[in-house]
């Protein structure tokens, strides 16, 4: 889906946006088309920055997320220094204009100091995230991995990872999130409504997304790999878990922590003689994330 289809509302309820996962509250100004939301801090980037260099080279774990978040950062330190200026200048004048009281003024009024946005921090924990993921996805035997690839029908969303195993391909995506996860039953005795909880937030979209590159995937491989399973899995790589600590599924998706992701992804399946030609097509098909 490219931005073309998003149009400017004002939400009615909370939501998660797509690119950076960053809660939207209810009554902000976001982008908005069908199941998508996306702040307009990441909707701008399109716009304002149309010609900045691309992410880092493919399979870079998190390179795009870095990137982001280095452009984001260095938009900060330019509006602390040049806050700083203008505070020095402020100080020199009102000391100048007024030498007695201009020094109680200026005594009494804080500097500027550096606060680190909403985009950059965002960002950068997302590209730690998936860092971790992928230190725990090369330690997964027979198993070929993609990192940071570009979402198929999106303008600058991507996948995480993929992981190509004996047991078909599986979507990862990294999520570095605090709080207790859990899968839970919204329904009621007549109708099941699973959700996943985090934080005690309804992250929903989450699974929604992992669905929605799960499908964008099965595209990609096309008739050639139809008979090949393509899995969803939402890896949080903080958070805590209820006792016994076990894997959870929601909607076809599985949500476990790190060190469970080799033995799944490399478990063994009918597909082992073409984990590299999958892979290949893959790559060839899906370009690196900007």
Not at 105 to 131: C, H, M, Q, V, W
Not at 163 to 178: E, L, Q, R, S
Not at 217 to 239: H, N
């Amino acid at each position: 889906m490219s931005t073309a289809n998003f149009k400017l509302i004002t939400l009615k309820t909370d939501g998660t946006c797509i690119a950076c996962s960053a809660t939207i509250p209810a009554g902000a100004k976001a982008w908005w088309a069908p199941k998508r939301v996306q702040c307009t801090g990441c909707h701008d980037v399109q716009h304002v920055l149309p010609d900045e260099p691309a992410a880092p080279s493919a399979d870079v774990a998190g390179a795009s997320a870095r990137a982001t978040s280095d452009r984001a950062a260095t938009r900060d330190t330019a509006r602390y220094e040049k806050a700083v200026a203008e505070d020095a200048a402020w100080r020199e004048a009102t000391r100048q204009k007024h030498r007695y009281f201009g020094r109680i003024a200026t005594a009494l009024t804080p500097k500027p100091e550096f606060k680190e946005s909403r985009k950059a921090r965002n960002y950068r924990i997302g590209a730690d995230g998936e860092e971790i993921v992928a230190e725990w996805l090369a330690k997964a035997a027979g198993v070929e991995v993609l990192h940071d690839r570009h979402w198929p029908g999106t303008s600058l969303s991507n996948i995480d990872h993929i992981a190509v195993g004996p047991k078909g391909v599986f979507i990862v995506d990294a999520k570095k999130w605090t709080g207790k996860i859990d899968v839970v039953n919204k329904g009621n005795l007549f109708k099941e409504d699973w959700r996943l909880v985090v934080g005690g937030r309804d992250r929903r979209e989450t699974v929604d997304g992992v669905l929605a590159q799960v499908e964008a995937l099965r595209g990609v491989l096309g008739q050639e790999f139809e008979a090949v399973p393509v899995s969803g899995i939402l890896c949080f790589t903080e958070g805590t878990w209820a006792f016994p600590k076990v894997a959870m599924n929601i909607r076809g998706v599985t949500v476990l922590w790190p060190n469970k992701l080799p033995e799944l992804v490399s478990a063994a399946g009918a597909h082992a003689s073409i984990v590299e030609q999958l892979a290949e097509h893959l790559r060839t098909a899906l370009r690196p994330a900007r």
